[in-house]
């Protein structure tokens, strides 16, 4: 069966499913996305995706291109039409298709909506967080919005591969003042050695994830204190337990970083009971 992908009001097969070469996400990373973790074929957290992205059209100037209710309709759609048990939906919104030229075309172009899904596999990712992550670090080269969600994703494409290269998983970004920022395509979280729960504050400087604030949740419930701050490299290497969260890793253990042993080097129990909690506190669809 070929996989079916949205493409600015039609449903294509993926051969067919193409954007025009001066679509402006394309030429300057001028567009904005969401990933949504789809589970027993319901879409988890719609809500709080969908806010984020109006947050992230609206710094960006871009114009919402259809009703949120029809954005639902058509995630729903994606979804159904490939069969997406457990998987992720991915939208992608740009301010659209003109010639090359930095400034907003004048007049406005038609904003460009682009919706995928894919299936992952469940078994395979819990299995990994039953084994933790190995995680590098890397400076934090990014521009100073990447609370913004767009495409503009190249930092984290190279962090990503670098800590391939190493033989580690994922890329923690370090900023140039020693602390970390977050993973490559996640939040970054630690217990420190005196037990303390920590991740960095929504700032400008890292995406609110919405799976930290969820996360915040299932803390909140289980009676225990989150300190939202900035912590370093070193704080972490002596940290008693790290992980991560992403809509589609929910929260993942990280066991190394940067090649030395975090806590006993095996999945700590506060990432095991977050993620064995998590999802009590996401609102399905
Ligand atoms: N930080 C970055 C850089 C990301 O790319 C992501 C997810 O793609 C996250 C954090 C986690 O966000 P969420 O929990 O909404 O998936």
Redesign the pocket.
Known sequence: MSRIAYVNGRYLPMRDAKVHVEDRGYQFADAVYE?CEVRGGRLIDERR?LDRLKRSLSEMRIAMPVTVRALGVVLREVIARNRIGYGLVYLQIGRGVARRDPAFPLPAVAPSLVVTARSLNRTKNDALAEKGLAVVSVPDTRWGR?DIKTTGLLP?VLARQAAIEQGARDAWFVDKDGFVT??????AWIVTANGKLVTRQADHA??R????MVTFEVVKAQGLAIEERAFTLDEAYAAREAFV????QIVMPVVSIDGRTIGSGKPGPLAGALRREFHRYTETG
């Open positions: 990933v995706h990447v984290n977050e993973a490559a395509s996640s939040n890292i995406l994830g919405i799976t930290r969260t992403s809509a589609t």
